[in-house]
């Protein structure tokens, strides 16, 4: 099987920049400058023996069942003990496996504690390069190393299944997305699928163009996850609340629309800062803005930059 692709970094980006990418991607080592002491983790039924875990950072799926837990994801180091409670409440058995869906800190920042407890972690090949630049330095023009406990001990190129829980859970890399090491997990008996942070419900992506991701990519990774869904498949987001293929849906059109428009002014020669005072997002600011300006400006400077904009 071929190996992936790692896409070498990017020139640096502004400080500006980086202080809104690391504001929301909480990059490995971060979590010790945030106060996580009134962070509740949330336990939502999905699906029979499957879960979705909400705290800080991204969401956590969890399967259940016989054969012990499987999780998607871990959020932050600091709220490991009240996510191994969280567990305890469905399951009498140690996770026995962390999937990550890509390698930013609020996905990735509980496989220490996880890993030191015995359990395998797995992810995307991109994913362990990403986290150990002690031997991929030059690739990832980055310089802070995982613990070795954090790291992935199972990596995969393109695809791969867990016969888990009486569940057969399909791992699926989507190239060049929010990152390039972005996986949809697929519960195919349960008929959950956990999108990552390919999908973010109700509110505009956040695409680490950085590390990787695309515009196009995305929307790549949403038309592949509907063409995975049924008409009754719940579907985790890497953010927000759990979701049906009518949301997803959505969220690709919002994405194709926003895209076409961006482009069209980046092909008329249009700045970034025209291409903002132009408003291409107006008519679904209500719906995926949250009311936060500086999110929305943000999803349209990484949409020019992603379709070719100027930076």
Do not use: C
Request: glycine fraction near 10%.
């Amino acid at each position: 099987m071929l190996r992936s692709r790692l896409t070498p970094a990017r020139p640096a980006p502004t400080p500006a920049a980086l202080f809104l990418a690391l504001s929301l991607t909480a990059a490995p080592g971060l979590s010790g400058q945030r106060n996580f002491d009134d962070v509740e983790i949330r336990t939502v039924p999905v699906s029979e023996g499957v879960y979705m875990l909400q705290g800080a950072g991204g969401n956590i799926g969890l399967s259940v069942g016989e054969q012990g837990p499987f999780i998607v994801d871990d959020q932050f180091a600091p709220l490991s003990d009240r996510i191994r409670a969280a567990i305890a409440e469905v399951s009498d058995q140690p996770v026995h496996f962390v999937l990550n869906t890509h390698w930013h800190g609020d996905h990735t920042g509980g496989n220490e504690p996880f890993g030191e407890a015995g359990a395998l972690i797995v992810a995307h090949d991109n994913v362990y390069k990403r986290m150990n630049p002690a031997e991929f330095a030059d690739l990832v023009g980055r310089s802070q190393q995982a613990p070795e406990a954090a790291l992935p001990v199972i990596t995969f190129s393109r695809s791969m299944t867990f016969h888990w829980n009486g569940d057969d859970i399909d791992i699926i890399h989507v190239p060049h997305a929010h990152t390039d090491g972005d996986a949809l997990v697929h519960f195919r008996r349960a008929d959950v699928l956990h999108m990552g942070d390919t999908f973010f419900n109700h509110r505009y992506p956040f695409i680490d163009l950085d590390s990787g991701g695309d515009v196009d990519g995305v929307i790549h990774a949403a038309e592949r996850g509907l063409a995975l869904a049924g008409p009754g498949t719940r579907i985790i987001p890497g953010h927000g609340d759990l979701a049906t293929p009518d949301d997803l849906r959505a969220y690709r059109d919002m994405l194709l629309t926003v895209r076409d428009r961006i482009r069209m002014m980046v092909r008329e020669g249009k700045s970034l800062d025209e291409v903002l005072a132009a408003r291409p997002t107006a008519d679904f600011d209500a719906e995926w803005s949250q009311g936060n300006e500086q999110w929305r400006d943000r999803f349209v400077g990484i949409v020019y930059r992603s379709v070719g904009g100027a930076n």
